[in-house]
């Protein structure tokens, strides 16, 4: 049967050349973030939830030199801390592992950093529509009851980025916020431009990350590196050896 578009079947030789290469990129850039670490070597991590982040904290106390935190994950932490969230998302059950890291990260030396100040609002704002909404930034440890935080605070976003300015080394994974939404963006929005404005080795953990890259109009070239693994990164720096990655490492 004659095939008019003989280069489609080119494709499947060409792929994994292209893939193979990709993960050797990856494994090259994780690996700086791993062994051949620049210091200092901050670590900002946002997200909603902290369970998700549990187990790459868990190896950063013993690697990085500051850990950031923000997005709804920061709030499990500040209950931890013994201070009001109002309905901010939080994980209760997770209260012990992160008391847990909060004591590691003082006796190992590692500065875990959280917010100062956060934005918060009655109510969940409406993505879709990103009208104008009700909201205030106050201070980390006086949040009002019955109020939801959203964003970390623009003291925060400048305690940040005065925290990743001279590092060696930064690694980023998970908005600082809802930064779908613009009056909940700046915390995200300080990260972003404090890794653009780093002279070190700057990686955007994918997934969300690089979303909000390109949501809030960033060139992503201007990063050092914007994982497309994105999960799977986080799988490496929590020590799991990722298939396929076996043979390139060597």
Known sequence: ?????????????KLPHYAGY?????????KKLTEDVQRPYAVALGGSKVSDKLA?????????DRILIGGGMAFTFLKAQGHEVGTSLLQEDQIPAVTEYLERAENLGVELVLPIDVVVSPGFPDLKAKAATEHTA????????GQLGLDIGPKTGELYAS?????????WNGPMGVFE????????????QAL??????????????????????????AFGHISTGGGASLEYLEGKTLPGLAALED
């Open 163 to 171: 925290k990743l300015a001279d590092a060696k080394t930064v690694f």
């Open 56 to 64: 790459v904290i868990d190896q950063l106390l013993g690697k990085a």
């Open 196 to 221: 653009i404005d780093s002279d070190g080795f700057t990686v955007v953990g994918g997934g969300d990350s690089a979303a909000a890259v390109r949501t809030l109009g960033f060139d992503e070239n």
């Open 181 to 192: 939404h613009p009056d909940y963006a700046e915390g995200t929005r300080a990260v972003a």
């Open 138 to 145: 106050v201070d980390a440890d006086k949040m009002p009851e």
């Open 1 to 13: 049967m004659h095939r008019k578009h003989a280069s489609v079947f080119d494709l499947p030789a």
């Open 22 to 30: 990709l993960i050797a990129t990856e494994v090259g850039v994780l």
